[in-house]
């Protein structure tokens, strides 16, 4: 089955660590990209997308993430996280075949230790 | 609106009473979803309109589940006979006509439906 797979459920780092969260898929054709993110208590939130071009696309933040076609991944990544990234971080694809419908993956919580 | 406005922001209601969810999208969003997003679960899919037409009921769970959208604005989410496993936070999110053009979707920030 197609799906959008997120490895890391449960991530805990000290500020100024790296981070970088997975994401695969398995859709064979097209696709779109996207990371959104949830912070405690607040509505999804676009960090950064990717349809083209460059694959390696900067969000908000300080977050990057690439994508890596022959590999079907496109992993989040912060080269030094803050208190306040604190938050669920949800992966999501759009396969262009199939119009606006977005799969989403099962989410990563991130928590930041001041 | 500014955002994407959901009502009520909270619910709790009695095993198999039908409750109604609420999405006022953007101004101008002609595309309307409806997730629901579960512990552990992710983000499930349940519908998708494209002005008042549902071109993708796929993810709707049961026929307990029912959506419309009148005037290509507001959209209701019924539950009829409401379950326990139907405790979860539904999200409703607009966007233009292709998403991946603009910013994807804006999401409201969801009703927390409980069943006890």
């Known amino acids: 089955a197609q799906s959008v797979s997120q490895h890391n459920h449960h991530v805990i780092l000290s500020e100024a660590a790296s981070l970088e969260l997975g994401c695969n898929y398995s859709?064979?054709?097209?696709?779109?990209l996207f990371w959104y993110v949830q912070y405690p208590g607040q509505h999804l939130q676009l960090l950064l997308k990717?349809?083209?071009?460059?694959?390696l696309v900067k969000g908000i933040k300080g977050f990057e993430a690439e994508f890596i076609k022959s590999k079907f991944s496109f992993n989040l990544r912060k080269p030094s996280v803050q208190w306040s990234d604190t938050a669920e971080y949800f992966c999501a694809v759009n396969p262009t075949n199939t119009g606006n419908q977005f799969y989403f993956g099962t989410g990563t919580s991130l928590t930041v230790i001041p | 609106g500014a955002g994407v406005s959901q009502s009520p922001s909270n619910k709790v209601t009695e095993k198999g009473k039908d409750v109604e969810l609420r999405c006022d999208p953007i101004?101008?969003?002609?595309?309307l979803y409806w997730y629901r997003q579960s512990l552990g679960q992710g983000l499930e899919f349940l519908i998708y309109f494209q002005g008042n037409s549902a071109p993708d009921k796929s993810g709707l769970p049961s026929d307990r589940f029912s959506a419309e959208r009148t005037g290509g604005s507001v959209s209701t989410l019924t539950i009829q006979r409401t379950q326990q496993e139907d405790s979860a936070v539904y999200l409703c999110a607009s966007s233009f006509p292709f998403p991946h053009l603009d910013y994807g979707y804006t999401f409201g920030s969801g009703t927390r439906l409980t069943v006890v």
């Open positions: 990717y349809f083209s071009g460059d694959p």
């Open positions: 859709y064979g054709g097209t696709v779109n």
């Open positions: 101004s101008g969003h002609t595309a």
